[in-house]
């Protein structure tokens, strides 16, 4: 069966693709859809959901489209988690990758160093580094990779470790292959299924952590995004619930989304798995 | 005798760690913008040159970084976290202030996650694919999506606004003049939805990884062993899979044990807990570099140590650590 | 008037440290008033009472200046309070309160002639030194404890004793301040109240839910955002006021760097004056409280004037403008204040109506200390503020307009980098002209010149309603509220 | 009297299976005090009958139709509560793995008794003392530390003998043991066997044995199934069976069996392609928390030479140090100390780079056909990377490696497959390949054929013999069996503890062992039977 086919039988997975495509267009499409971008004061505050037309979502404090906020919030935070994730990948990886195939003093010291970033709590470190780099997309993205990378490398040493005992490797060293040759070309694509599956979580993880950086203000404030929607409204979550309401939904159902296309990896990509009870 | 000898070495280990710990942490707060004398000096309402550069003075902010450091690692090394001058009192009086508040916290919201996630995770694996199974994990999936600080804010609306059942913020009443049980009780009302919420995303994570723990152990060799004993399926999940599926959760747990001490930031600051997470948080915007420093230190070392801690229930747990093999 | 009860109020944020005359930020002024007191306290007329000074004499010439001391004073730790006091207090805060030093800058000398009167003698008349003497300004502080000492470092600022209305009893990092009756206070009957509690809620949602289920009973202004007032005063038996700020007097606008960048330009600033919608975010932002300034001083603030340039709402007229000094777009960063939510959403509005005329903007983030560094340090383009006046031009207005107040490392002074040097000098005789119709007319001119200038852009005089239970009587007495009124205020059980 | 008898049962597979049924049809009796060897290749549905008697077919598995009466009852019918009253009191059972049958958490003692416990018999002190007799009667030494050892503290033997304890505990009418004894060495293997034998002596209980290995059937059979594709292709006595087969597929696996007998070698006597001197691999493990350190000596002092286009082989028990000297000859190991000549050049002084240059002259056949090859690689680039690196032009090595697809059987379109679209011997053929393509003059095989079926082992023994005709290759040949050792082999070097204990021509190591080691190495073989030298 093919990668595909084994995926599309997962129906939850299914859905969660669904949903995050979903996501991506509306994403996308948001300047179409909203040329005047999610900040524009459009109508009185507070207008409650499904009284106005066109505000089909209501209005906020300032009078702004929360509708418009919700679908520019998508961009925000599908960015910052992609490209953290990629961020977090490029450390982790290469460094998971050396340690784990070189064993020794080099493994020893890529341990010490992961480990030093695990002493320090990960939203800690997330808010200190934010606060030195001051709030920006950028810095967020940078932070939130540098909070993310240590089990990437954690898993990638592990996965390298147990690749590297294999008989091809040794046989390919035996074939007179260069160190480097073996790492990239016989261990780590022998890796990479694991690896999916960990970067899939890593995405939904990274938006809930931009979200609650947002929360505490410590956002971007030229960005609309899902956290910022929900950290403005909740001094107001008692009269106008549903400011703070959609963007927590619309939080909830990425972050599923990306768990649920994880889960629907991890069963595909590791097929020996016997997958119970999921129809 | 050994075991004393190499859990001396490993503190040694860590103290070298902590140390190298303290140095970072150092730089990188100085990275940050400002300092504590222009916030001081700033939330004075007035302030001149004169007082910015006495304040700094008095600080020691005068000096260059590298002096500024060796005072600090100096400090350290005699066990002593240095002054807050933003709060007037020495670094260790303050986080030994908070720290009972956030242990208390957190570790309740620790075991009721690790208790509640694994008593699930065993409840789904049991009928893995049947209703219930699909509930708990649909629900914990949830639980894992929800960002914590929304569930925290819905808590506060249904639970203490709504319904006044619980206390919405706050470690105890106020001057309720309690003592002794009556305090304790009170304390607990407190912590409720504090400890829930933030142990509602462990939960998840705890449930998912003891139910594809449960379902892997199943699969192996000496449970068909145990099964061709005769023995009765519940106790074959009790004896046999569960204490061999709970290794995975015990190393996941010890790393987030270790988190406890700094990770309730949000929690402590949406339900008002005095605790360590909210002091590193106020601390940083005010630049308070030395309790910064001191609260990150602290959490290092609580993560050193759990970690240790960690390998001696792995000990406990597993009989081939430590045994000669 | 009752006497008894409990009293829990917000504290926001969780104050550096209660030693007043080390500390003078909202937080510690608004709890340590209870604590210490100063020689006067004014009502919200801005009229001088009693309070350590039972009365006092200003010589004709304005410079002597005499207080007889209230009898009988002790500090909490039952030692006598005398002149002797007083005049350390002088020396104390020369050191550690910059406000206190600019008015003391006219000070010749401080004696004490005996031990329940207090000599001031002037260098030169100072029309608003009368207004310098309440307890946020010119703390008492006790001799006995600190002469000698290394103020800063004293054991004793983590209990403080002074000589006011209640005593420290305890303060729980992070959770609340509790202060207690002194029953040996100078005035009898007073205070009615037999605690209070200063509770520490950092979440602004959170302080409003404790308001609601009663936890707490006065909520002081700013204490909860302002989307949430209008709900809780329409709750039963909610009272609220605004008065109590009358002393202060904030004055919020935005710094506009008149040293570089578009800004530098005067048309560009008066384009941006007219492009913003003042109206709009007092009604939006502010729910309606506050007054839409006409320029550097507040209505509530003595000399003020509205025979000033106007400034409506007109982004034809800053279009014009704009295209007038061919602005060409480049952008500029406005650095919002980092006081919550409120603030934040000031800024977005600012930053809709500037582009709705063609200035491009980008929001600056920092948080409280790096809002200090990038305003102290003048990196920044239109930057927010607000700043208190304390009744009079000369004391809390100049400080923002005058060339000598151009100094780095102070968000206090004239960051924005006004330089008229006419001006400067009317400004100085204002303040030291002891005829108050002639310093009206100064301080008319004044304010008519800078407006034309608009070296910075005025945008609200802030009002902060106090929401509070309306069995609490007396709540608000003077014009600094809360900082000194709960020796006044009762419960009604 | 038949303890059990099996009528028409047939187990099917799951939907997309490669057959529809696992065990097609199957009829047979298990009489008391028999032993029933039922043997055939992998796949065949061994052990899914077995575990259909058991009731614990895995999930998807489920019998189709047919009846097992043991007693008066079809245990094929009854219900879970009853079947698992059955289980560990009237019928046993034991598996091929005892290094994961037992629960690693769990003192021996305990797992004994909980059989006990399960089928609620004798209260909780009685039961450490039967768990105590029992391991007594197993023959495990030390009864009283055994009880309260974890089973990671046994070697796999003594967790075998566990296993069976725990079998015998209720004194079961029927024991099934499936291949019981194919993860344990030949000397294990052999107490295993005598300790199943005197029990159905003492007890009576009749066993049904499953393996896949003649020699085994030879040993211990009465009667014998075969099986193949799940169905019974032959059946009889032991004796029948083994001498005079009737099914062709029987008669090819008694082909394929390496015979017992040796072959007369002649010596060769050309130039050396390798020569070890005083060779010495010490492994020093732990050393983490909790752990002491603990030192492996490995290879210990051992020299020895192999001839251009000599076979030679290595036995030797489990860990005795025989991959640890292979995979030190290729550098995959570091050695300690000694010299390793491979055409005159010191491999174990080499550096790294000149390693790589100098790699190519000693290639090895490992021993996992499945782990040996790179699952997301073609065949092609497993073929090509090792020459062109050291150099070969790209189209060379290219219609080299096609050229050798056709030397190894496999056609030189197969060069273009991945791995997982080959089974295992032409995985392991595919592996010799890639070896020969190197140009090698030494070929280092570890286990080369121990993990395919017998006559997939015998072709790729056959190809082997060829090869080596063809290129005059030396190989050295690492086994722990000696029956191949003896087919394939010039000489013989005996490896126990590290240390080579003997080494000489084939037929003088197996007709007249000098060490007692290696004494008692060919006397543990099953069905052994050695002396008939081939003349
Ligand atoms: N869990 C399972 N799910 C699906 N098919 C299985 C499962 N286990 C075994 N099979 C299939 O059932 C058939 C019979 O397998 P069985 O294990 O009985 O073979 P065997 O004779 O014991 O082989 P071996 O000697 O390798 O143990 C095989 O085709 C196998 O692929
Ligand atoms: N990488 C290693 N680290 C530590 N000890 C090892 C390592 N490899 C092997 N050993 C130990 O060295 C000894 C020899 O092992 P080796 O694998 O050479 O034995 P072997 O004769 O090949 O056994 P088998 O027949 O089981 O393959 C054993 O005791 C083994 O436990
Ligand atoms: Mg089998
Ligand atoms: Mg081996």
């Known amino acids: 069966m093919s990668l595909w086919s084994r995926f599309a039988t997962n129906r939850a997975a299914v859905f969660g693709l669904v949903v995050l495509i979903a996501v991506i267009l509306l994403a996308l499409f948001a300047p179409v859809m909203f040329p005047n971008g999610p900040w524009q004061m459009v109508q009185r505050p507070f207008l409650v959901p499904l009284t106005t037309d066109g505000l089909p979502l209501g209005t906020d404090t300032l009078g702004r489209n929360v509708l418009a906020g919700l679908i520019y919030g998508a961009r925000v935070s599908l960015l910052v988690g992609l490209v953290s994730t990629v961020m977090a990948l490029l450390i982790g990886v290469p460094l998971g990758a050396l340690a784990g195939f070189y064993g020794g003093w080099v493994d020893e010291c890529a341990m010490r160093f992961t480990e030093f970033f695990q002493t320090i709590p990960n939203f800690a470190l997330a808010i200190v580094l934010v606060a030195i780099l001051e709030p920006s997309l950028t810095s967020i993205t940078i932070s939130i990779a540098i909070v993310s990378w240590p089990p990437v490398a954690r898993l990638v040493r592990a996965e390298v470790m147990s690749v590297t005992r294999r008989e091809y490797v040794d046989a390919a060293r035996l074939a007179g292959l260069s160190n480097m040759h073996i790492l990239t070309r016989q261990v780590l694509p022998n890796t990479v299924s694991p690896i999916i599956v960990m970067a899939s979580l890593m995405v939904a993880t990274a938006i809930l952590l931009e979200s609650s950086l947002s929360f505490l203000g410590l956002g971007d404030p030229n960005i609309m995004s899902w956290g910022y929607q929900i950290g403005a409204a909740r001094t107001v979550i008692r009269s106008a619930w549903w400011l703070s309401f959609f963007p927590g939904v619309a939080i909830v159902l990425t972050v599923l989304a990306l768990n649920l296309i994880g889960e629907g990896l991890n069963d595909a990509l590791n097929p020996h798995l016997i997958r119970k009870g999921k129809s | 005798m050994a075991i004393a000898g190499t ?70 090394l005699t066990l002593d976290l240095g002054y807050s001058f933003r709060q007037g009192a020495p670094v260790l009086d303050l986080i030994l202030e908070r720290l009972p508040a956030t242990l208390i916290l957190t570790l309740t919201a620790f075991w009721i996650s690790l208790l509640a996630g694994v008593a699930l995770g065993v409840a789904a694996s049991a009928r893995v694919g049947k209703f219930t199974d699909s509930l708990i994990t649909g629900t914990a999936l949830l639980f894992y999506a929800t960002p914590l600080y929304w569930a925290a804010l819905m808590a506060v609306l249904v639970f203490s606004v709504q319904l006044g059942w619980l206390p919405g913020f706050g470690y105890e009443t106020v001057g309720s003049g309690y003592g002794g049980f009556d305090r304790a009780i009170d304390i607990l009302k407190h912590l409720i939805l504090p400890a829930l919420t933030l142990g509602l995303f462990f939960m998840a994570v705890y449930m998912r990884m003891t139910r594809a723990s449960m379902l892997e152990v199943a699969q192996q060799d000496f449970v068909k062993t145990a099964r061709a004993k005769g023995l009765a399926p519940a106790t074959i999940r009790r004896r046999h899979i569960l204490r061999n599926a709970l290794l995975p959760v015990v190393t996941l747990a010890g790393l987030q044990a270790g988190q406890l001490v700094g990770g309730a930031v949000l929690t402590e600051t949406v339900f008002a807990w005095p605790g360590i997470g909210r002091l590193m948080f106020e601390s940083l915007a005010a630049r308070d570099y030395n309790t910064i420093l001191g609260v990150f230190l602290v959490s290092a070392a609580m993560v050193i140590i759990f970690n240790i801690i960690t390998d001696i229930v792995y000990r406990l747990i597993d009989p081939r650590i430590g045994h000669k093999a | 008037q009752q006497d008894g009860g409990r009293l829990d109020l917000i504290v926001q944020p969780e104050p550096p440290g209660l030693m007043l005359g080390l500390v003078q930020n909202g937080p510690t002024q608004m709890v340590a008033g209870q604590i210490y007191e100063g020689l006067l306290r004014y009502n919200t007329d801005l009229e001088p009472q009693p309070s350590l000074a039972k009365s006092w004499e200003i010589a004709e010439d304005g410079m002597t200046y005499t207080f007889h001391l209230n009898e009988g004073v002790t500090w909490h730790d039952g030692t006598p309070f005398s002149a002797e006091d007083v005049v350390f207090t002088t020396k104390f805060l020369q050191d550690n309160h910059a406000r206190f030093r600019a008015a003391f800058s006219h000070v010749e000398s401080v004696d004490a002639p005996d031990a329940n009167t207090v000599v001031i003698n002037m260098k030169e008349p100072y029309g608003p030194f009368i207004n310098a003497f309440e307890a946020g300004s010119m703390p008492i502080v006790p001799k006995h404890i600190y002469e000698g000492t290394d103020y800063a470092t004293n054991e004793m600022n983590a209990t403080p004793i002074g000589t006011g209305p209640y005593k420290f009893v305890e303060w729980s990092k992070g959770s609340y301040i ?16 037999e605690d209070l509690y200063y509770r520490v809620v950092p979440d602004a949602a959170s302080r409003a839910v404790a308001f609601e289920t009663g936890e707490v009973s006065v909520l002081p202004g700013g204490a909860v955002e302002n989307w949430d007032v209008k709900r809780l005063t329409e709750m039963d038996g909610v009272c609220s006021t605004s008065k109590g700020w009358e002393f202060f007097a904030p004055h919020a606008w935005m710094w506009l760097n008149n040293r570089e960048g578009p800004t530098a330009d005067k048309r560009f600033r008066q384009a941006v004056m007219f492009a913003l919608d003042r109206e709009f975010v007092k009604d939006v932002v502010w729910n309606g409280f506050g007054t839409v300034p006409t320029g550097p001083v507040s209505s509530k603030t003595n000399f003020y004037t509205d025979d000033v340039p106007q400034y409506p709402h007109d982004p034809e007229k800053a279009k014009e403008l704009l295209a007038e000094m061919n602005y060409d777009g480049t952008p500029v960063r406005v650095l919002p204040l980092p006081y919550g939510e409120t603030w934040q959403r000031w800024a977005e509005a600012v930053k809709q109506n500037l582009e709705e005329v063609g200035i491009k903007v980008d929001i600056d983030s920092a948080d409280v200390a790096g809002w200090n560094e990038k305003t102290a340090s003048w990196d920044y383009d239109m930057a927010f503020t607000y700043l208190y006046q304390y009744g009079d031009p000369a004391l809390g207005v100049a400080r923002n307009y005058t060339a000598d107040q151009i100094k780095k490392g102070s968000p206090w002074n004239n960051v924005e980098g006004y330089e008229n040097p006419e001006l400067d000098k009317m400004w100085a005789a204002a303040a030291i002209e002891p005829d108050n119709e002639k310093r009206q007319e100064m301080y008319t001119e004044i304010q008519q010149q800078i407006v034309e200038d608009v070296p910075v852009a005025w945008l609200l005089e802030i009002e902060f309603p106090t929401i509070y239970r309306c069995n609490i009587k007396n709540l608000i007495t003077t014009g600094i509220g809360l900082n000194d009124g709960l020796r006044d205020a009762w419960i009604e059980q | 009297m038949s303890v059990l008898s099996i009528n028409g049962l047939s187990i099917s597979l799951p939907t997309g299976a490669d057959r529809e049924l696992a065990v097609k049809d199957c009829t047979y009796d298990i009489a008391k005090g028999e032993i029933l060897c039922v043997v055939g290749e992998s796949g065949s549905g061994k052990s899914m009958t077995a575990n259909a008697l058991m009731g614990l077919l895995p999930e998807g598995l489920a019998v189709a139709k047919g009846t097992a009466i043991f007693g008066s009852t079809d245990i094929l019918q009854i219900s879970e509560a009853e079947q698992r009253a059955l289980r560990g009191d009237r019928i046993a059972m034991i598996f091929q793995e005892p290094m994961t049958a037992l629960n690693p958490l769990m003192r021996i003692g305990d797992q004994i008794a909980e059989v006990f416990e399960a089928h609620k018999r004798h209260s909780p002190s009685e039961r450490k003392s039967r768990a105590l007799d029992l391991v007594r009667e197993v023959g495990l030494p030390d009864p009283e530390k055994i009880i309260r050892a974890f089973p990671f503290q046994l070697s796999g033997g003594q967790r075998q003998r566990a296993m069976i304890a725990m079998s015998l505990a209720l004194e079961p009418e029927l024991l099934i043991a499936d291949e019981p004894t194919t993860a344990l060495d030949v000397t294990t293997q052999a107490q295993i066997l005598k300790l199943i034998l005197d029990l159905r002596e003492r007890r009576g209980m009749a066993v049904m044995f499953i393996t896949h290995d003649f020699g085994v059937v030879a040993e211990i059979a009465d009667r014998v199934i075969v099986m193949r594709h799940g169905e019974i292709v032959e059946r009889g006595t032991a004796t029948e069976v083994l001498e005079a087969p009737q099914h062709d597929y029987t008669k090819r696996l008694l082909e394929a069996i390496p015979t017992g007998q040796v072959p007369q070698s002649v010596a060769v006597d050309s130039q050396p392609a390798l020569e070890i001197h005083h060779l010495e691999k010490t492994y020093l493990t732990g050393g983490g928390l909790f752990r002491p350190r603990r030192d492996v000596r490995a290879i210990a002092d051992v020299s020895l030479t192999i001839a251009k286009g000599e076979v030679l082989g290595l036995v030797g028990e489990s860990g005795s140090g025989k991959s640890t000297l292979g995979r030190a000859i290729v550098r995959l190991v570091t050695p300690d100390a000694g010299e390793i000549l491979v055409g005159g050049t010191d491999m174990a002084a080499l550096s790294e780079s000149e390693l790589r240059a100098a790699r190519h002259k000693v290639q090895m056949v490992f021993q996992d056909p499945y782990a040996s090859l790179n699952p997301r690689q073609r065949i092609l680039r497993a073929l090509t990377d090792g020459p062109i690196a050291k150099g070969v032009p790209r189209d060379k090595a290219r219609a080299r490696a096609r050229e050798l697809m056709d030397t190894v059987g496999l056609g030189a379109e197969a060069v273009d497959r991945f791995p997982h679209e080959f089974s295992g011997g032409q995985r392991q053929r595919i592996g010799i390949a890639r070896a020969l393509a190197m140009d090698p003059e030494l070929i280092i095989a570890d286990e080369a054929v121990s993990a395919l079926d017998v006559s997939i082992q015998a072709q790729v023994l056959d190809l082997l013999r060829d090869l080596r005709r063809k290129f005059e290759l030396s190989i050295l040949f690492i086994t722990h069996d000696l029956r191949v050792a003896a087919q394939l082999c010039d000489r013989i070097a005996v490896m126990q503890k590290g240390q080579l204990v003997e080494i000489g021509p084939v037929s003088e190591v197996f007709l007249n062992p000098q060490h007692a080691y290696t004494q008692k190495l060919l006397a543990a073989v099953p069905g052994g039977g050695w002396g008939k030298a081939a003349e």
């Open chain 2, 7 to 76: 859990i001396l070495g490993r503190l040694l280990k860590a103290a070298l760690t902590l140390l190298a710990i303290a140095v970072l942490n150092f730089f990188l707060i100085h990275a940050a913008p400002g300092d504590p004398a222009a916030v001081l000096a700033g939330e004075a309402g007035a302030a001149d040159e004169q007082m910015i550069a006495d304040l700094r003075a008095q600080f020691g902010l005068d000096k260059p970084l590298y002096v500024q450091l060796f005072t600090y690692v100096g400090n350290i």
């Open chain 3, 178 to 193: 509790h202060l207690t009756k002194n029953d040996d206070y100078y005035i009898d009957g007073l205070p009615h109240i």
